[in-house]
C-alpha cells in the first residue's frame, strides 16, 4: 500500500544547528512534494513545495531536496532557533484517485537554547 | 483578508448528539477539505470539495456528511457523534481544482465525545 514515513521521535537540537528532518514515501512517484509547520493547537501552515524535477529549493534558512530515486525527501533547517520549534509535516499527492494531499504524521523538532 | 475561519473552537457533545462544524474561507479558492488530526495519526481526509457543487468522500467518511453551501463555505455534520470521532477538526482550502497546490488550513475545532 501506499503510505509516507516520517520519523515520529522528537528531533532535539541546539541551537544555531542544522535540523535534518526525514520523509520517506512508498510505491508511488509524486509531481511534487510539499512540507507544512504546525505548531501547538493550530492548523498546519505550507512552508515549501519542490516539484519532481527540482533537486533542490530553498527560502530563506530552509532548504528541501527531493530525490525521485529513493522515494525521499529532507527538509533542512540551518541556524535553528528556538522558535523553529514545532511540528513538520510532508504531505504528497499519492494517486489516491482523490485530488487531495496525503499527510504524513509529522516529526517534532525541539531546538534548545 | 481573514483566511479560513472555523466554528466552533471548542465542542463537547455526549454520545448520539449531532452537529454542525462551520467552515468558511475568502480566498476565493475552488477546492476546500476537512480533516481529522488524532494523536499519532497525522491528518485523515474525511471529506472534500474539488469546485463549488461537488463534494466527494475521503480517507475516512463514516459517520460524517458535508455541504458545500456556496464557494465559500463548507460544513462538517456528525449526525450521532461516538466516543471515536473525539478528534481535533482541521478545514482546508486551495486554489484551483486542477492541481492539488498549497493548502491553507484554518484554526481548528477541538470535539470531544463523551
Known amino acids: 500500500s501506499q503510505k509516507i514515513e516520517q520519523n515520529s521521535e522528537a528531533l532535539n537540537i541546539q541551537e544555531g544547528k542544522t535540523a535534518t528532518l526525514t520523509c520517506n514515501y512508498t510505491?508511488?512517484?509524486?509531481?511534487?512534494l510539499q512540507w507544512y509547520r504546525q505548531d501547538p493547537g493550530r492548523g498546519p501552515v505550507f512552508l515549501l513545495l519542490?516539484?519532481?524535477?527540482?533537486k533542490e529549493k530553498r527560502k530563506e534558512r530552509l532548504k528541501v531536496t527531493f530525490d525521485t530515486t529513493l522515494k525521499q525527501s529532507l527538509f533542512h533547517i540551518t541556524a535553528s532557533q528556538p522558535a523553529d520549534s514545532a511540528t513538520y509535516l510532508c504531505a504528497l499527492d499519492m494517486d489516491t484517485g482523490r485530488r487531495a494531499l496525503t499527510f504524513g504524521s509529522g516529526t517534532r523538532l525541539q531546538v534548545q537554547p | 483578508n481573514a483566511g479560513v475561519t472555523q466554528t466552533p473552537k471548542f465542542q463537547v457533545l455526549k454520545t448520539g448528539q449531532s452537529m454542525t462544524l462551520q467552515c468558511a474561507q475568502d480566498m476565493n479558492h475552488n477546492s476546500m477539505y476537512w480533516y481529522r488530526q488524532d494523536p499519532g495519526m497525522g491528518l485523515r481526509l474525511i471529506y472534500y470539495?474539488?469546485?463549488?457543487?461537488?463534494?466527494d468522500k475521503g480517507e475516512v467518511p463514516n459517520g460524517y456528511n458535508v455541504s458545500r453551501l456556496n464557494k465559500r463555505e463548507f460544513s462538517l455534520r456528525l449526525e450521532s457523534a461516538a466516543p471515536s470521532q473525539t478528534s481535533v477538526y482541521f478545514c482546508?482550502?486551495?486554489?484551483?481544482?486542477?492541481?492539488?497546490?498549497?493548502?491553507?488550513f484554518g484554526p481548528g475545532t477541538r470535539l470531544t465525545v463523551l
Open positions: 519542490i516539484r519532481e524535477n527540482e
Open positions: 482546508a482550502s486551495s486554489g484551483t481544482p486542477e492541481s492539488t497546490d498549497t493548502q491553507y
Open positions: 470539495s474539488a469546485s463549488e457543487g461537488t463534494t
Open positions: 510505491n508511488y512517484s509524486p509531481a511534487y
